[in-house]
């Protein structure tokens, strides 16, 4: 039964485990952003054959992050980091409140030459003066007589020795909070047109909705677009109201989010709503302009029967490049079909020669006829993302910690520093030892300057 025991407490406690469990989550956070995933993961599942598609619903590999294989790779990991520290820290903090206990049984005879300077003075005279000087780096210092003299032992940085410990707490706060998210978080979608207030929140993944307890109006939206007639910018300009009282105002973009009633929302996307007009404008050569209000299916003849116009198609935003109608216009000269674009200036701008490259989007391709088109009282709607995450405060202050721990570990180390006091007919002998956790050369360094300061201060005794 014991040996059972300790198998399993050595299971938990290593490395091996920690190496393998960090391989796995990287993996699996791989898998998570090459795969898409759960909104996006439905155009992609379309293309897998059936037998793939099962495979990926069974591992959960369209919602990784909230898959329970993943879950349990964390959960083991915080497990063996809390193994890990539990197992270690008794060692720790006997190191740290032992602090640089003296050998009385460490000898000049066990040191190097180099390490060993002459004094001039009995011992009981250097020990006041060699206690005060490491004093001054370590702080304190403790002393142990012996037959030949004395040895003063001092330490610093004992601290160094939790580094680890802080970074293990880091990792389990960051832990703690992805699964506080993961589980306990909320994500969903607010729709609001242009003028009108909304309080209902979709939860992402069709999951239901929630009513929630204040309203948010879109008092403005604003969309600017690039020269090709891409968009460049949109922008909701928001209220928040509660019990029909005006709490807050802001504007939302993308990349700069509004928190309010414990919700983050983000500018997610925007679109049209049915309805307004949609006017189409027709001019010959250099006579008067006529403007129709038109629709799909709608049919009227240019003048002088010179050919019968139907508008096949009208789409919001016809490949990233804003409105655009299809016509078909059929006269004696046959039929003829192209797009009219509203932006058609500014693509053809950013885009020069693109009217004969593509003539489908020429609106003179029925000459002498140019067509034009505009949209007339228009309502655009915004997309919001709302989020509502309790792990946020968790992941940063594990990211904190994390920081602070990484920073304790590889800038600082547990240096203990002895000197070795002995006297040989009433002169003075001074060796020095040190050693410490980590940063050989640098603890080098620290103990040839201590030695010279030792020389230094004989010297001018």
Same mark, same amino acid.
């Given at each position: 039964?014991?040996?059972?025991?300790?198998?399993?407490?050595?299971?938990?406690?290593?490395?091996?485990?920690?190496?393998?469990?960090?391989?796995?989550?990287?993996?699996?956070?791989?898998?998570?952003?090459? /795969?898409?995933?759960?909104?996006?993961?439905?155009?992609?599942?379309?293309?897998?054959?059936?037998?793939?598609?099962?495979?990926?619903?069974?591992?959960?590999?369209?919602?990784?992050?909230?898959?329970?294989?993943?879950?349990?790779?964390?959960?083991?990991?915080?497990?063996?980091?809390?193994?890990?520290?539990?197992?270690?820290?008794?060692?720790?903090?006997?190191?740290?409140?032992?602090?640089?206990?003296?050998?009385?049984?460490?000898?000049?005879?066990?040191?190097?030459?180099?390490? /060993?300077?002459?004094?001039?003075?009995?011992?009981?005279?250097?020990?006041?003066?060699?206690?005060?000087?490491?004093?001054?780096?370590?702080?304190?210092?403790?002393?142990?007589?012996?037959?030949?003299?004395?040895? &003063?032992?001092?330490?610093?940085?004992?601290?160094?020795?939790?580094?680890?410990?802080?970074?293990?707490?880091?990792?389990?706060?960051?832990?703690?909070?992805?699964?506080?998210?993961?589980?306990?978080?909320?994500?969903?979608?607010?729709?609001?047109?242009?003028?009108?207030?909304?309080?209902?929140?979709?939860?992402?993944?069709?999951?239901?909705?929630?009513? +929630?307890?204040?309203?948010?109006?879109?008092?403005?939206?604003?969309?600017?677009?690039?020269?090709?007639?891409?968009?460049?910018?949109?922008?909701?300009?928001?209220?928040?109201?509660?019990?029909?009282?005006?709490?807050?105002?802001?504007?939302?973009?993308?990349?700069?989010? /509004?928190?309010?009633?414990?919700?983050?929302?983000?500018?997610?996307?925007?679109?049209?709503?049915?309805?307004?007009?949609?006017?189409?404008?027709?001019?010959?050569?250099?006579?008067?302009?006529?403007?129709?209000?038109?629709?799909?299916?709608?049919?009227?003849?240019?003048?002088?029967?010179?050919?019968?116009?139907?508008?096949?198609?009208?789409?919001?935003?016809?490949?990233?490049?804003?409105?655009?109608?299809?016509?078909?216009?059929?006269?004696?000269?046959?039929?003829?079909?192209?797009?009219?674009?509203?932006?058609?200036?500014?693509?053809?701008?950013?885009?020069?020669?693109?009217?004969?490259?593509?003539?489908?989007?020429?609106?003179?391709?029925?000459?002498?006829?140019?067509?034009?088109?505009?949209?007339?009282?228009?309502?655009?709607?915004?997309?919001?993302?709302?989020?509502?995450?309790?792990?946020?405060? &968790?992941?940063?202050?594990?990211?904190?910690? &994390?920081?602070?721990? +990484?920073?304790?570990?590889?800038?600082?180390?547990?240096?203990?520093?002895?000197?070795?006091?002995?006297?040989?007919?009433?002169?003075?002998? /001074?060796?020095?030892?040190?050693?410490?956790?980590?940063?050989?050369?640098?603890?080098?360094?620290?103990?040839?300057? &201590?030695?010279?300061?030792?020389?230094?201060?004989?010297?001018?005794?």
């Amino acid at each position: 039964m014991t040996k059972a025991r300790g198998g399993f407490r050595d299971f938990f406690i290593s490395v091996r485990l920690t190496i393998v469990l960090l391989a796995a989550i990287a993996l699996g956070a791989l898998l998570g952003t090459i /795969i898409p995933q759960q909104e996006a993961a439905e155009a992609f599942s379309t293309r897998l054959h059936p037998a793939l598609l099962a495979v990926f619903q069974v591992f959960q590999l369209f919602n990784v992050y909230n898959s329970a294989w993943f879950i349990l790779l964390l959960v083991l990991l915080a497990v063996n980091l809390i193994a890990c520290s539990v197992d270690r820290f008794p060692a720790a903090w006997r190191q740290f409140r032992g602090g640089a206990a003296p050998d009385g049984a460490e000898r000049l005879a066990d040191l190097p030459p180099e390490r /060993i300077v002459a004094a001039e003075r009995p011992a009981a005279e250097e020990v006041s003066r060699l206690e005060a000087l490491l004093r001054k780096r370590c702080g304190r210092v403790q002393k142990v007589e012996t037959p030949r003299g004395f040895v &003063l032992a001092g330490g610093k940085g004992a601290f160094s020795r939790f580094g680890v410990f802080v970074v293990h707490m880091g990792v389990l706060l960051l832990i703690a909070g992805g699964l506080a998210g993961a589980i306990f978080g909320v994500q969903g979608y607010v729709e609001i047109a242009e003028g009108d207030t909304a309080n209902t929140m979709q939860f992402r993944g069709g999951k239901g909705a929630e009513t +929630l307890p204040f309203g948010i109006r879109c008092d403005r939206f604003t969309v600017e677009y690039y020269e090709n007639g891409t968009p460049k910018v949109f922008r909701s300009d928001l209220t928040f109201l509660e019990k029909g009282k005006v709490v807050r105002q802001g504007a939302l973009l993308v990349n700069h989010p /509004i928190a309010f009633g414990g919700l983050r929302f983000y500018q997610s996307s925007y679109g049209v709503l049915p309805g307004g007009r949609l006017a189409l404008s027709y001019v010959r050569g250099n006579g008067k302009a006529n403007e129709r209000d038109v629709a799909v299916g709608y049919t009227f003849d240019l003048p002088g029967a010179e050919g019968r116009v139907e508008v096949l198609r009208a789409e919001n935003d016809l490949m990233r490049m804003g409105p655009a109608v299809k016509l078909s216009i059929t006269s004696i000269r046959g039929n003829v079909q192209f797009w009219v674009f509203r932006n058609i200036e500014r693509i053809k701008e950013a885009n020069p020669g693109i009217l004969e490259q593509v003539p489908l989007m020429n609106p003179a391709l029925f000459a002498p006829y140019v067509f034009s088109m505009q949209k007339k009282g228009e309502k655009f709607y915004t997309v919001l993302q709302a989020a509502r995450d309790p792990g946020v405060p &968790l992941v940063a202050g594990g990211a904190a910690l &994390l920081i602070v721990g +990484l920073m304790i570990t590889f800038f600082f180390s547990h240096r203990r520093f002895r000197i070795v006091l002995e006297e040989e007919k009433g002169e003075s002998r /001074i060796g020095l030892a040190g050693s410490s956790n980590r940063d050989p050369v640098g603890l080098e360094n620290e103990m040839n300057q &201590l030695l010279a300061e030792i020389g230094r201060a004989e010297g001018r005794s």
